[in-house]
């Protein structure tokens, strides 16, 4: 029933889009799509990369962890923030 889209389908989908969400607000839309998309993605790969850290390093002397900065695009200084990573406060 659904399985199939043609052409005239998508066609008409698109032009429904259009007309709800209007041409002037789609690139925008687009764009900070994107931009999350590749917040999402570098804070996954951080995540990825402390995982594989912290399993490599030897527990005997604690060190303080590094600040990072998080940006929202390749070389986009605008939007960049550091980072405080959380500590862990219990006592051993």
Same mark, same amino acid.
């Given at each position: 029933?659904? /399985?199939?889209?043609g052409a005239p389908e998508i066609i008409l989908i698109l032009v429904v889009i259009i007309l709800l969400f209007g041409a002037k607000k789609l690139?925008?839309?687009a764009? +900070?799509? /994107?931009? +999350?998309?590749r917040i999402l993605k570098s804070e996954a790969k951080a995540m990825k990369e402390e /995982? %594989? +850290?912290s399993a490599q390093a030897p527990t005997s /002397?604690?060190?303080?962890? $590094?600040?990072r900065t998080i940006? $929202? $695009?390749p070389g986009d200084v605008t939007s +960049?923030?550091?980072? %405080?990573?959380?500590?862990?406060?219990t006592q051993r």
């Open positions: 029933m659904f /399985g199939r889209l690139p925008d839309m764009r +900070s799509l /994107g931009k +999350s998309a /995982g %594989n +850290s /002397g604690e060190q303080p962890p $590094a600040q940006q $929202a $695009a +960049s923030r550091p980072v %405080n990573e959380p500590t862990d406060t």
